[in-house]
């Protein structure tokens, strides 16, 4: 069975409408030329998040969740299509454990989702849904620690050629930058790859708790796609444990 799909030629400038046909073995091109991803989105996590997914996790893939939290990246139609394992240590989830010491075997996700706690007022309240029962001091030291963590174990659990999908944001802390995005990819493991990097832009102006102001206030944060070295292929029996 055939389709057609009009496009609008771009470089001609003339307004001139072609059509292409494509075959039913071809809904992933269709599906990028009427619904195409972008690096940045203007929403909330659960939308980045299907985009992401869209592009990078096969449907029927093994995820982990490690930091789920109150389940923000995750629609009821997303979860339908993966065999999701959500994991906190705080909060409801399947498994209850520290993203440093996972409780699972090696090799046993397709891909991993990595969003710890990152943002504080001052040093000593964390922001997030997922809080670690980090109640005292949360230095940049002990947030890129979590990351650290968080990826050494990921590479551990994470199949050959799967993703780990990491959120994070930068942030102004005592007038100073802190560009996170950058130290956390200098955290990526060994035999890893920066595949992409997407950018979530609030969908309402952050609160301002001064009066002044001496850097531009922060309404993005970040998405990297850390791919592990290989080839993915059906997940073995033994591996789902």
Not at 110 to 132: K, S
Not at 203 to 214: F, G, K
Request: overall charge neutral; charged content about 25%.
């Amino acid at each position: 069975m055939r389709r057609s799909v009009e496009r609008a030629r771009g470089s001609s400038g003339d307004g001139e409408v072609k059509q292409a046909t494509l075959f039913d073995g071809d809904a992933e091109v269709y599906e990028s030329l009427r619904n195409p991803v972008f690096t940045a989105k203007i929403g909330r996590n659960a939308d980045l998040f299907a985009d992401i997914a869209r592009l990078y996790i096969p449907d029927g893939s093994r995820v982990l969740d490690m930091t789920y939290g109150l389940g923000n990246f995750w629609t009821d139609r997303l979860k339908e299509r993966y065999d999701l394992v959500t994991m906190d240590l705080e909060r409801p989830a399947m498994v209850k454990a520290a993203l440093e010491r996972l409780p699972f075997k090696y090799d046993a996700f397709d891909a991993v989702v990595l969003d710890p706690p990152y943002a504080g007022q001052g040093a000593d309240t964390v922001i997030g849904a997922y809080n670690y029962g980090l109640v005292g001091d949360l230095t940049r030291e002990r947030v890129l620690g979590l990351y650290a963590g968080g990826l050494t174990e990921a590479d551990r659990v994470l199949r050959p050629g799967g993703v780990v999908i990491v959120k994070c944001q930068d942030q102004v802390r005592s007038g100073a930058q802190e560009w996170n995005h950058i130290s956390i990819f200098q955290l990526m493991p060994l035999g890893f790859e920066a595949v992409d990097l997407f950018v979530l832009v609030q969908n309402h102006d952050p609160v301002l708790r001064h009066n002044y102001q001496h850097h531009a206030r922060k309404n993005h944060s970040y998405a990297w796609v850390f791919k592990k070295a290989g080839q993915l292929g059906a997940m073995p029996e033994g591996k789902r444990a």
